[in-house]
């Protein structure tokens, strides 16, 4: 299996984080903006972490403006918003060596750093 971040290159918290990294000539990059997220790709990530919640960001620009926060979202619902719009998955969401690692926070990218060392 490759090892995958899934990221937007546009994103300055991204672009920070991939320079704090070792070996990223291990990993592959998908730029999700150029690059749109497959079914098949997002039933990986699901399988991973368990849960599409779990994979979708609610920190989105779009989250607020669809006023999604007062809906009762469904796993299906947060599936359908992330193969819809870039914007939906949380990131960046690593999978290295069969274990993914979802988003910015601190622990996580420490984890990342020490999966890639």
Do not use: W
Request: net charge neutral.
């Amino acid at each position: 299996m490759t090892n995958k971040i899934y990221y937007l290159a546009s994103c300055d918290t991204c672009r920070k984080i991939i320079k704090s990294l070792p070996n990223t000539d291990k990993l592959e990059f998908h730029d999700i903006r150029q690059n749109p997220i497959t079914v098949e790709a997002l039933e990986e990530m699901h399988s991973l972490s368990g849960s599409y919640e779990a994979l979708f960001s609610k920190k989105a620009q779009l989250y607020k403006s669809m006023d999604l926060k007062n809906r009762s979202l469904t796993e299906e619902d947060f599936k359908k918003y992330i193969l819809e719009h870039y914007t939906f998955l949380s990131r960046p969401v690593f999978i290295i060596d069969d274990k993914i690692f979802i988003g910015n926070g601190q622990k996580n990218i420490i984890e990342v750093i020490k999966a890639l060392s």
